[in-house]
Every structure is written in structure tokens, then in C-alpha cells.
């Protein structure tokens, strides 16, 4: 059983940066493809990004990519995402989420139903 718990979330005037952390435990960090969602009051959990076991492959979300990173320390158990040039429409919950895989290319792991593992979230507001 895998535990994932994300941390780095807050209030950012847009236009700014932030970055987020997920640190795993009870697993193996690096057989697992990892991914970023979110979720915006009302609306659906939405994918936004995700890196593959090694590190040598990301996939985004199009309304990120360029201003979103993500990447991962396996030595840490740690994925990251690195937020700039944040806008209001950013705002929500972002989950970090564990997919069992040693794929090479992430592309396509979208779904929610997709991936194994959740942490609780942690609350990103972006202020105009």
C-alpha cells in the first residue's frame, strides 16, 4: 500500500510561482508512473500532468504546458510540480496520484481510473 501525502499549496497572486510536493511511502517509488490532477469546485478531477518511473518522459495537460514542470527525486520518493505564471483559472485541489508502471511514455494515463494511489490534496487559489 502506497501513501502519498502533497504538500507546497497556498495563495498566489497570479502571474507568480509555486511548487508542489508528493512525497510516497510503503512502496516502491520508482516503479510507478506519477501524475498530477486537479480539482476546481463543480467541476470534474482533471489530469494535468504526469512523469514516467524514470523521469525521462512528462506528459501535460495543453492549458499548462510550458508554464507547469513536473519531475521526481526516486532517492527521495518525491514528485514535484512547479506552477509559474499562474493564472485564476489554476485554482483548485491538486492530487498527486500512482499509476503500477514501468512505462516508458506516459502519454494517454489521463483517467483518474488510471492510477492506484491518491494522497488528500492540497489547496492552490491564485488571486487575480
Known amino acids: 500500500q502506497v501513501q502519498l501525502v502533497e504538500s507546497g499549496g497556498g495563495m498566489v497572486q497570479a502571474g507568480g510561482s509555486l511548487r508542489l510536493s508528493c512525497v510516497a511511502s510503503g512502496g516502491s517509488f520508482s516503479s510507478y508512473t506519477m501524475a498530477w490532477f486537479r480539482q476546481a469546485p463543480g467541476k470534474e478531477r482533471e489530469f494535468v500532468g504526469a512523469?514516467?518511473?524514470?523521469?525521462?518522459?512528462?506528459y501535460y495537460l495543453a492549458a499548462v504546458r510550458g508554464r507547469f514542470t513536473i519531475s521526481r527525486d526516486n532517492a527521495k520518493n518525491t514528485v514535484y510540480l512547479q506552477m509559474n505564471s499562474v493564472k485564476p483559472e489554476d485554482t483548485a485541489l491538486y492530487y498527486c496520484?500512482?499509476?503500477?508502471?514501468?512505462?516508458?511514455?506516459?502519454?494517454?494515463?489521463?483517467?483518474?481510473?488510471?492510477?492506484?494511489?491518491w494522497g488528500q490534496g492540497t489547496q492552490v487559489t491564485v488571486s487575480s
Open positions: 512523469i514516467s518511473w524514470s523521469g525521462g518522459n512528462t
Open positions: 496520484a500512482a499509476r503500477r508502471s514501468k512505462a516508458t511514455v506516459v502519454v494517454g494515463n489521463t483517467l483518474p481510473s488510471e492510477y492506484d494511489y
